[in-house]
């Protein structure tokens, strides 16, 4: 809004008004934002799917293939967060040298390619058989693989953990950080017991006071996090399976991941509100492309995904069927965030130091907040100058639904009469705007704009 715009705008009101109400137009599209959303998984943007009904790649991204310079993904929706996890064994094939340049590496490709990164350290895999561990005397499970009560589990496992955490806590293109600490792939604990399980979620976070944490579903683990009102992530989430009892159930009455495991998890462990202080993470179960070739109801399951009060949706590296991405793009919009300025009242005119009273109705059309200290700031500008004004306001708490924020910020002193331009945004700790509001009012940069303020001698 240039500053002809904005004389025009102000002129409309009465010169006896002393308030003005700015009412943003709802983007109605994909808005691209960071920490939400439908994520890539072991590859970044700009990198092929596998074929829809193909298998898909479970191995760690150790190689790149060549970048062409775009960000898009044929086949699949935009995304703004890489799903990453690495076989511990792989990352420190010798006991004691583990490889960071590689994690460093990754996080620079997630930043080029416009995410974040979800991570998880797998704890083993079938080829967990040849391996250093062995050799420190580790006692195994009945099942042959690694006893995870054993304290040489805890103090190996623990050692690449603490390390972890004192490397990359905070780092701001680390999103958050899976809990595991036992099983395959790091899945469902393997033996560990109750209390095996919640040493392993203390260690995490001593480790990460920062990060976010997802725990893994397991009722156990689950009741634990809730008390320290940690996120939590599942795996096999679409799962609507039938058949399989011949004779014994019918066949749409079968147990699944769907209708009897993640509610009665939710129910039984206490963690059903942890959202409202952490995220929440679904895996698929085996692909999107397997839903669509079993004609389970995507409808059915996109509006689960939301009444979970899902942050992050990972559904491997597969492509989408072609009829289903519109709608798996209206689930990305909505997943986690979604920021809508309704309505703001502020002055329309003031004196340079003066304190402006600010009304603002903001409105979370997403299922979740939004969990990174971003500031919410006016910013004022005046002949090639400006400056970000914070609210005290912590959009942490917007919750889905309606928020309101009635604040007083004062208008910079240095500003000289005449008109003074009003942006808003959401800022990073140097200022930048990067959480963008659901609005179609935006400039290049990030910032939206509102209105302006006769700044009066």
């Not at 991405?325 to 002055?347: K, S």
Request: charged share 25%; with cysteine; hydrophobic share 35%.
């Amino acid at each position: 809004m240039d500053p002809a715009a904005i004389s025009a705008h102000l002129a409309q009101f009465a010169p006896a008004e002393q308030r003005q109400r700015v009412r943003p137009t709802e983007a109605k599209g994909y808005v691209r934002n960071p920490h939400k959303g439908i994520t890539t998984y072991q590859r970044f943007n700009g990198e092929a799917s596998e074929p829809m009904l193909g298998h898909w790649c479970d191995a760690g991204p150790f190689t790149r293939p060549p970048w062409s310079g775009t960000l898009d993904n044929p086949g699949y929706t935009d995304t703004t967060v890489a799903y990453l996890r690495w076989e511990w064994k792989k990352f420190e094939p010798v006991q004691g040298q583990r490889d960071w340049a590689l994690l460093d590496e990754y996080l620079r490709t997630a930043q080029q390619r416009g995410q974040t990164v979800q991570f998880r350290f797998n704890t083993y895999d079938e080829g967990f058989h040849d391996w250093w561990y062995w050799g420190t005397g580790a006692g195994k499970a009945p099942n042959g693989e690694p006893d995870i009560n054993d304290p040489r589990w805890f103090r190996h496992f623990g050692d690449l953990i603490r390390e972890f955490g004192e490397r990359y806590d905070g780092h701001p293109l680390l999103d958050t950080v899976d809990v595991v600490y036992g099983g395959m792939w790091g899945e469902n604990g393997g033996n560990a017991t109750r209390e095996t399980q919640e040493r392993f979620i203390d260690l995490y976070q001593d480790a990460f006071r920062t990060t976010p944490l997802m725990v893994m579903e397991g009722d156990e683990a689950l009741a634990y996090a809730a008390t320290r009102k940690l996120g939590w992530r599942a795996d096999c989430f679409g799962d609507l399976r039938s058949g399989g009892h011949p004779g014994r159930v019918p066949d749409h009455l079968v147990w699944n991941h769907q209708m009897d495991r993640y509610p009665f998890m939710l129910f039984k462990s206490g963690c059903q509100d942890n959202w409202r202080h952490s995220p929440v993470t679904f895996e698929t179960c085996w692909h999107v492309g397997k839903w669509f070739e079993q004609g389970w109801d995507l409808e059915f399951l996109c509006e689960q995904m939301l009444q979970y009060h899902t942050t992050y949706f990972m559904p491997k590296s597969n492509a989408f069927p072609e009829e289903w991405i519109p709608r798996l793009t209206r689930l990305n919009d909505r997943l986690g965030y979604r920021y809508v300025p309704r309505q703001l009242m502020l002055p329309l005119r003031a004196s340079a130091g003066d304190n402006l009273s600010i009304d603002a109705w903001i409105d979370n059309v997403g299922c979740a907040p939004i969990y990174r200290p971003y500031t919410l700031v006016l910013r004022f500008s005046q002949e090639g100058r400006s400056e970000n004004v914070p609210f005290r306001a912590d959009p942490r708490t917007w919750l889905p639904g309606m928020n309101g924020v009635r604040e007083c910020l004062r208008l910079p002193r240095w500003l000289r009469p005449g008109i003074a331009r009003v942006d808003i945004g959401m800022v990073d700790a140097a200022g930048t705007p990067r959480v963008r509001f659901a609005i179609d009012e935006v400039d290049a940069e990030g910032w939206h704009p509102l209105t302006g303020i006769m700044v009066e001698g």
